[in-house]
Every structure is written in C-alpha cells, then in structure tokens.
T-cell receptor, first 114, second 111 residues
Framework: AQSVTQPDIHITVSEGASLELRCNYS??????LFWYVQSPGQGLQLLLK??????LVQGIKGFEAEFKRSQSSFNLRKPSVHWSDAAEYFC????????????FGTGTSLTVIP | EAGVAQSPRYKIIEKRQSVAFWCNPI?????LYWYQQILGQGPKLLIQ????????DSQLPKDRFSAERLKGVDSTLKIQPAKLEDSAVYLC?????????FGPGTRLTVT
C-alpha cells in the first residue's frame, strides 16, 4: 500500500545539538518530496522540497534534507538546533501524475531543551 | 504577497449543528485544497479544486460535507450535521505549481 512513514512520534534534543527526522515513503515511482513545519496554532510552512537533481537540498532556517532512492527516504537534518525549532514536522509526498495531491506522514513533534 | 486567509480561526458547535469555513487563496493560485487534520495526525485531503471545478473529492464524506469554489477564487467548506469525530483543524491550501501554501486553519470543536 502507498504510504508515508515518520517513525519517530516525538523527539527531544538539547539546544545546539544536531537533529535528524526520518521520513520513508512507499510509492511505485519517485514522488515529489516536501518537509513542512507547524508551530502551535499555525498553518504549515514549507521548509524545503525535492523534485529532481541534486539529492541534498537546502531549505529555510538552516534545514537540509537528503533524498536516498535506494532507501525510499527523505530525512530532514539540522546541524545545530535552536529553541525556536520546537514544533511539529511533517513529511509530505506528491506521487507523479496525481494532480499534485499531497500525502502526509503523521508528524514528528520536536522538543528542544535548554 | 498576502498568504492564504481562513476564517473563523476557532469554532465550537454542538453535534448535529452545521458550520461553514471560508478560505481565500493566494491571488492567482488556480488550485485550492481543503484538508482535515485530526489531533496527532497529518493533514488528510478532503477536496481539491482546479479553478472552480472539482479535481478530487474521493475522501470527502459527502453525506455531511460539501464544498464549493464559486468564480474560482475563494471557497467554503460546510459540515451539516456535525459529528463528534469532525473535531479537527481544517486547513486550506492553494498552489500555482507543485508547492502548496497553507492557511492558519480553523480549529473546530464539536461537543
């Protein structure tokens, strides 16, 4: 079955530590890939996207993500986390030829401790 | 550039009542989406419009949910009658290309 998996429901990191949030997908062809962040009471903000080309993509707020076709993964990383990064993070995929329909993972909640 | 606007931001109703949400997309964005986000889950697409036509409404519970996008600009989503399980955040998004831009959402509580 087609799916988007974010295996970590909740992650806690110390401020200044590195971060990696996992995302795996299960689709026949490589979909378009996105990471969004949602702060409490807010809508979703696009962090970065992958359509094709260089598998390491840079986004806003110092985030980056790497697409690995062999692992069907698109993990989000940040070298040094700031307290303001505490939020909910969603991976989304748009399979090709579906009219840009997004399928979201269940999200990873990030807590940053001082 | 103004973002996606939604109103109201919060709504509390009793079960079996009706409710309507409004969305104004980013100017020029032809595609508009309504998502339902239940607490602890990712957003789930309810309906997708291209201009004023429906592209996909396969996950819209049509016995109680309806949506329209008159004139291909703003849109309304209605629930009638509401059930307890409709408690969620309703997100509107719009796109011109492959990226979707989201509004702040409407948090609905059904008691």
């Amino acid at each position: 079955a087609q799916s988007v998996t974010q295996p970590d429901i909740h992650i806690t990191v110390s401020e200044g530590a590195s971060l990696e949030l996992r995302c795996n997908y299960s689709y026949g062809a490589t979909p378009y890939l996105f990471w969004y962040v949602q702060s409490p009471g807010q809508g979703l903000q696009l962090l970065l996207k992958y359509f094709s080309g260089d598998t390491l993509v840079q986004g806003i707020k110092g985030f980056e993500a790497e697409f690995k076709r062999s692992q069907s993964s698109f993990n989000l990383r940040k070298p040094s986390v700031h307290w303001s990064d505490a939020a909910e993070y969603f991976c989304a995929v748009a399979p090709p030829n579906t009219g840009n329909q997004f399928y979201f993972g269940t999200g990873t909640s990030l807590t940053v401790i001082p | 550039e103004a973002g996606v606007a939604q109103s109201p931001r919060y709504k509390i109703i009793e079960k079996r009542q009706s409710v309507a949400f409004w969305c104004n997309p980013i100017s020029g964005h032809a595609t508009l989406y309504w998502y339902q986000q239940i607490l602890g889950q990712g957003p789930k697409l309810l309906i997708q419009f291209q201009n004023n036509g429906v592209v996909d409404d396969s996950q819209l519970p049509k016995d109680r949910f309806s949506a329209e996008r008159l004139k291909g600009v703003d849109s309304t989503l209605k629930i009638q009658p509401a059930k307890l399980e409709d408690s969620a955040v309703y997100l509107c998004a719009s796109s011109l290309g492959l990226e979707q831009y989201f509004g702040p959402g409407t948090r609905l509580t059904v008691t």
